[in-house]
Every structure is written in C-alpha cells, then in structure tokens.
C-alpha cells in the first residue's frame, strides 16, 4: 500500500511543480492576495474631508478645533462663514462632514454647562456615518482631560446624565480592524487556493488521459485519494505558514496564542476543503466544470462564515445553515488565537470538533464517491 501511495505522491508533486504558472499560482498568489486584502479589507476610516463652521471663534473652540487637525481621522478641507455655505459643500460632495461649533461654547464650558457640538454627516454611507460620529465624540469627551485653562471649573463637553459609560476594549485595544480581518484573510486565501486545485485534480487525469493507465493499476480508491489529498495537503500547509509569516511581519498584527494548536485546527480544515474539492472533482467531467463548481461553493463559503459580517446579524435560517460551513470554525479559532490571549482548546474544541468531523466525512464521501470507472 505505502508504496503505491508513495509513487502516487511523486506523480502528482511532479505534475503540479513542472508547469511554470502552477507554481506561481501556488506560491506568489497567496502573498499577493493577502497583501490585496490587508490593505482593502478595513473599516477604519481616515483623512474624511471636513469643513469647519466656527460661530464661536474663541480660544475653546480653536483648542478644539486644534484637536480635530492632530489627528488622521479628519482633512479639513474648507472654513465655512454662513449656512449656505454648509448646504453647498455637503451637497457637492466638497466635505463628507460638516462641524458646527456655535456662539456661546467657550461661555458655556466656563460655566461648567453642557455644550452642543453640531455635526452634519453625508449619511450616504450609514456605517461610515456612524464611525465619523463616534470619532467625534471622543475627540470631545478627551478634551475636559486636555483643556488646562478650564480644567479647575470641571468643564463637560457632553450633556450631563446620571450614568457616565466608561468602555474599554478587552481584546483588540486599538480596535484596529486590519487585526480582526487578516487572520480571517488567511483561512480565506487558503481555502481558494486549494478547493481549486483539488476540484480539479481527478478532472485533470481524464483531461490529459492518465486516468486509463490509473485504472489498470492495483491501486485502490482510498489510497488514490491519499495520493490526491497529500500533496495538496502540504501546499496548503505551506501557503498558510506564508501568509501567516505577512500578517506577523509585514502587518505586524498581533499574535497572542498557541501556534501548535493554530496548525492542528489547518490540518482539520485543510482535510475537510480537500475533501470538498476531490467531492467535486468525482461529479465533473471537464476542468472548466470543475473551476465554476468550485466557486459556486467558495462565495456562499465566505459570505455565511462571518468573515465579512456577523454570523449573529443573520437572519435565523441563514445561522442555521452555517453550522454546516467549516469556514465559520476555522475563522472562530484563527481570530481567537491571534487576538484573545489565554484561550486554548478548552475554549475552541467545539469549533475544533467540528472541523475534525467534518475533514473525516468529506474525505470519506469522496472516497465513496470516486470509481475506478471512465462512467
């Protein structure tokens, strides 16, 4: 058996690493996709064009405004003198928002009374609104820290209520989203990379004609199927350790827990899209079937795994039918492992259980499914 399994295995790394593109498909594609992705997939917003509406024009209101050009979140881009002035530039797209400060601001803070900071938001985009809001409220809730001339009178920049909120992020304390996104990059590429080369594995040897010679071999199912899945199997363990080593070195994001559990859980997940990707090749008859298979599994793969939005924010059937996408798991532990600091298999073996069941089946389906026959 080892050493039908062992040529098996030379026949394919040969066949895989003499075609020149094959190779750089393999090694260059998941690099160049992550870089792609790290850098496109975010929802941080910076450098939003601003226009500045100042009616107070005292020493408060530029120390704020001070405040507003220190940081990267904002490009003021226009002082405004007049309210149709305002209309103009968000109606232009001149400014995305429009900062009010009125008469009145710099009195109202000497006089420890609650100060009313007017903004007016191209809400065009509802979430980018919305993180352009909460920016804003931090710069004003930092300034009673920061405005020494008033510090003693105890001046507030938000209405005074009974209950203050005091939030502080236990994991991702910058709340970077380059540090939630990434990993989740990484299964994603992953997963590309091999679902389509294994979907097309066994359609290439009927393409090519090497699947008669095959099947007058004593070669049994099982052990062609071992010579489809390990090699694909280790280039799939290559590509992650790369795109792993551009989230830690190139992004520098940070990475809090057990390496050795993180390759345990790609081994798993790995076994299961190999196992979908061989099921496909078995149904196929030609490599454009095999490529267009592929996909129409990859896209709803990605949509349902909360890599993109939250499996919670789904309606209920949809949450339903994500317990049966192995990407959601995988996803679950890399973004715990890279983030949350102390969580281990105690924690993660669910999602871990899950993923090995899952490997055992597919692989098993596509052993069921695939005939030494050219039917």
């Known amino acids: 058996m080892f050493e039908r399994v062992k040529h098996m295995l030379i026949k394919e790394f040969i066949q895989i690493f003499r075609d020149r593109r094959m190779r750089a498909i393999i090694f260059l594609f998941p690099i160049i996709q992550t870089l792609l992705f790290g850098y496109a997939v975010t929802t941080d917003v910076k450098n939003v064009k601003m226009g500045i509406y100042d009616s107070d024009n005292s020493p408060a209101s530029r120390l704020f405004l001070s405040n507003i050009h220190e940081t990267e979140y904002f490009d003021v881009v226009k002082n405004i003198h007049n309210d149709k002035e305002v209309d103009k530039i968000l109606d232009n797209g001149e400014a995305t928002i429009v900062l009010h400060l009125k008469n009145g601001f710099e009195g109202d803070i000497r006089r420890s009374e609650p ?31 920061k405005y020494l001339p008033y510090r003693e009178v105890k001046a507030r920049i938000k209405p005074k209520i009974g209950v203050m909120l005091e939030s502080r992020a236990w994991f991702n304390s910058n709340l970077e989203s380059r540090n939630y996104y990434v990993p989740g990059v990484i299964a994603t590429v992953a997963t590309l ?3 389509t080369l294994t979907s097309m594995a066994i359609v290439r040897e009927k393409e090519i004609g090497t699947m008669e010679q095959i099947m007058v071999t004593p070669i ?7 010579g489809k899945t390990v090699p694909f199997m280790i280039i799939g363990l290559l590509d992650i350790i790369m795109i792993l080593c551009v989230a830690l070195f190139w992004f520098e994001v940070p990475f809090y827990g057990n390496i050795f559990l993180l390759f345990l859980a790609a081994f798993f997940y790995l076994l299961t899209i190999l196992g979908v990707g061989l099921f496909i090749s078995t149904l196929c008859q ?40 192995p990407l959601k798991y995988f996803i679950v532990i890399i973004r715990s492992l890279f983030l949350k600091g102390g969580v ?12 090995a069941g899952m490997g055992i089946f597919t692989i098993w389906q596509a052993t069921h499914r695939f005939k030494k026959t050219m039917t």
Not at 345 to 350: E, G, K, Q, V
């Open 193 to 195: 990379v091999t679902l």
């Open 286 to 325: 030609t490599q454009q079937q095999a490529m267009m298979f592929s996909f129409l599994v990859y896209f709803p793969m990605i949509l349902l795994s909360g890599f993109l939005f939250p499996v919670a924010n789904m309606p209920t059937a949809m949450q339903w039918i994500t317990v049966f996408n």
């Open 220 to 226: 049994k199912k099982l052990e062609f199927i071992l």
């Open 344 to 355: 281990g298999l105690n924690i993660l073996w669910p999602s871990m259980l899950a993923l």
């Open 115 to 145: 100060v009313t900071i007017q903004t007016m938001i191209d809400g065009t985009d509802s979430n980018t609104a919305g993180i352009i809001e909460n920016y804003i409220f931090r710069i004003a809730a930092d300034m009673q820290e």
